[in-house]
């Protein structure tokens, strides 16, 4: 199952333009209006993730109970202390303590809201970091993030999770407080059970084994959650299994080594994307789709046939294993799947019969912007 987020479905862009839609959601209630279409038609995307404050609601139970009604749940909660100018030199690691404590309090605002939309996963991306050499001292940034997730994490409430996503580079551009999986990790394993790794696809230097990574963090039980999207060159936010569906592919076949699709180990597959220039549901429809299909191919993966190759030091037997399952055209079956549930095979030829975006497109007008790229 696959989560999506809200602010996939409002306008976005890069910093050079942001280019406005026809019938893109006007607030938190079209948003998930939007996000329920996904789910009626792919019956793969029950639940979608909310951004404090771009969603911010007076009412947030009242948000939930609408969700449901619609036949979706509300998701993780993604915390944003990097849009107020105050975060200039960061968030919890600014040098200024008052700095600091505001955005703790955003967090800690966070976990509220989480105990009233009924959330398990509070999302917590720092934009914090520095620029040049000398700037602030590493390990006090360090001491302070420690700090402020520590206040955070004995918030949480007993089945509350705290994920804590990594960002190799941008907005800052010497250091990044959290860069990489192994600093993630080591404040997850200090903070205790409750704290685990979001791993973002595009959220690494051009070349990295994210499958290995993926496989340390299941072997470790630290692997909370995926941000799902496609990059060419940095954290482009394209739509995932777009621009390398065996990367994808390699990713879902060490999830599924390492126990990741099974409910008890409760990894979340959200999807952390913009659609800037195609339709954002159609986007949104074909990325779940993406992950379908790469999923599909990792569970063909003949393990104890791929174990015995392996086992005999049969290196092409073994790859000969892994491609033939990444081969297998599963289109078929995954439409099989959908006429199962009686949904339509084409997901996205059914969405654009039905009239939905006719339909929002007459009813909204001046849609807002997703957030990104103001
Ligand atoms: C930023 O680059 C990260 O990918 C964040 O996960 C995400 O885009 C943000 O939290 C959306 O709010
Ligand atoms: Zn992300
Ligand atoms: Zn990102």
Redesign the pocket.
């Known amino acids: 199952m696959i989560e999506t987020?809200s602010?996939a479905y409002g306008n976005s862009g890069t910093r050079f333009k942001v280019f406005a839609q026809r019938g893109v959601p006007r607030d938190p209630y079209e948003k998930i209006a939007d996000a329920a279409q996904v789910h009626a038609f792919t019956g793969a995307a029950p639940t979608v993730a909310l951004?404090i404050p771009?969603d911010k609601v007076d009412d947030y139970a009242a948000l939930a109970e609408y969700a449901r009604s619609l036949g979706v749940g509300l998701g993780a909660i993604?915390?944003?202390v990097f849009q107020d100018d105050d975060y200039m030199l960061g968030s919890v690691t600014n040098p200024d303590p008052g700095v600091r404590r505001k955005a703790t309090d955003h967090l800690l605002e966070c976990v509220d809201i989480m105990d009233a939309t009924g959330s398990r996963d509070l999302?917590l991306?720092f934009?914090d970091g520095t620029n040049y050499p000398g700037q602030d001292d590493i390990r006090t940034r360090q001491d302070r993030l420690a700090d402020a997730l520590a206040e955070v994490y004995e918030r949480l409430g007993q089945h509350q999770r705290m994920l804590l996503?990594y960002?190799l580079f941008?907005p800052s551009f010497y250091t990044m407080d959290v860069p990489d999986w192994g600093t993630s990790f080591a404040h997850c394993v200090a903070l205790g059970p409750k704290a685990v790794v979001?791993v973002?696809t595009?959220?690494h230097a051009p070349g990295t084994n994210i499958e290995f990574i993926v496989a340390m963090l299941l072997r470790a039980g630290k692997l909370g959650a995926f941000?799902f999207?496609s990059r060419f060159y940095a954290?482009d936010?394209l739509m995932v299994g777009s621009a390398d569906p065996f990367q994808l592919f390699r990713i879902m076949h060490e999830v599924v080594r390492g126990g990741g699709l099974d409910p008890a180990t409760a990894v979340a597959f959200m999807l952390?994307q913009c659609h800037n220039i195609e339709p954002k549901i159609q986007g949104q429809i074909r990325s779940v789709m993406n992950v379908q299909e790469a999923t599909a191919k990792a569970l063909l993966v003949d393990a104890p046939a791929l174990k015995a190759a392996q086992d005999a030091g049969d290196v092409l037997g073994a790859n000969a294993v892994l491609m033939d399952a990444y081969n297998t055209d599963v289109r078929p079956l995954l439409v099989q799947w959908r006429e199962d549930k009686g949904l339509a095979g084409d997901p996205i030829a059914a969405y654009k019969a039905s009239g939905y975006f006719e339909k929002i497109v007459a009813e909204r007008v001046g849609g807002t912007q997703a957030?990104?790229g103001a």
Do not use: L, V
């Open positions: 987020p602010w951004h771009w993604n915390a944003n999302k991306w934009s996503e960002k941008e979001c973002d595009g959220h941000d999207n954290d936010d952390d957030g990104w």
